[in-house]
Structures are given as structure tokens and as C-alpha cells.
């Protein structure tokens, strides 16, 4: 099972930006889509954006379209979430996931799980 570390989580006012990091280990990280999900208090953790093997194919939910980007480097066995334009909206607790076969946005298609970074976004 691949093991997922995030950081880059904190407080920013609306309008700012934030860089999210995943750090994998444990498998070959290559093999694996990779996802975004968060989680805001009293919500069930809903998909943000997911990221193919090659990096070539991207989806993002139509809440943060616009908005965030959602990167890999394999050779750093890295997978990142630049979230520009923050909106009070997005606080919630961000968590990276991992998943081998075909990209989806369902949760429990994700098999391997990161503890998450908090995100707050001030108005």
C-alpha cells in the first residue's frame, strides 16, 4: 500500500493562495491516479480533483474549476494542489488519495489515504 503525507495546508484571506503537497512512499507511485478530496465540519468528504498516471488527463469539481490545479512529478513521487482565488468555501481539511485502474471521483474507489491538512480561508 502506497503511504500519502500532505502538507502546504494554513490560513489565508480570501482571494489568496495555497500550494497542498502529497509525498508518497511504499509503491510505485507512477502506477496510481492520484486525488484531491476535502472534507469541510458536518460534510462528507467530497471529490476536488484527480490526476492520470502520465499526468495527461485531468478533472477537477466544478466548484474549484477555474481555480485550482492539480500536478504530479513521479520522480519526486510528488503530487500537488495550487489553489488560487480561495474563497471561504473552500476551508476544510484536505486529503490526498491513491488509486490504481481507471481515473474516477468516487471515494470509495480510492484505496490509500493521506491524514489530511487544514485549510482556512478568512473573509
Known amino acids: 500500500q502506497v503511504q500519502l503525507v500532505e502538507s502546504g495546508g494554513g490560513l489565508v484571506q480570501a482571494g489568496g493562495s495555497l500550494r497542498l503537497s502529497c509525498a508518497a512512499s511504499?509503491?510505485?507511485?507512477?502506477?496510481?491516479?492520484m486525488g484531491w478530496f476535502r472534507q469541510a465540519p458536518g460534510k462528507e468528504r467530497e471529490f476536488v480533483a484527480h490526476i492520470d498516471w502520465s499526468g495527461s488527463y485531468f478533472f477537477y469539481a466544478d466548484s474549484v474549476k477555474g481555480r485550482f490545479t492539480i500536478s504530479r512529478d513521479n520522480a519526486k513521487n510528488t503530487v500537488y494542489l495550487q489553489m488560487n482565488s480561495l474563497k471561504p468555501e473552500d476551508t476544510a481539511v484536505y486529503y490526498c488519495?491513491?488509486?490504481?485502474?481507471?481515473?474516477?471521483?468516487?471515494?470509495?474507489?480510492?484505496?490509500?489515504w493521506g491524514q489530511g491538512t487544514q485549510v482556512t480561508v478568512s473573509s
Open positions: 488519495a491513491a488509486k490504481g485502474g481507471p481515473p474516477t471521483t468516487k471515494r470509495a474507489d480510492f484505496g490509500a
Open positions: 511504499g509503491r510505485t507511485f507512477s502506477s496510481y491516479v
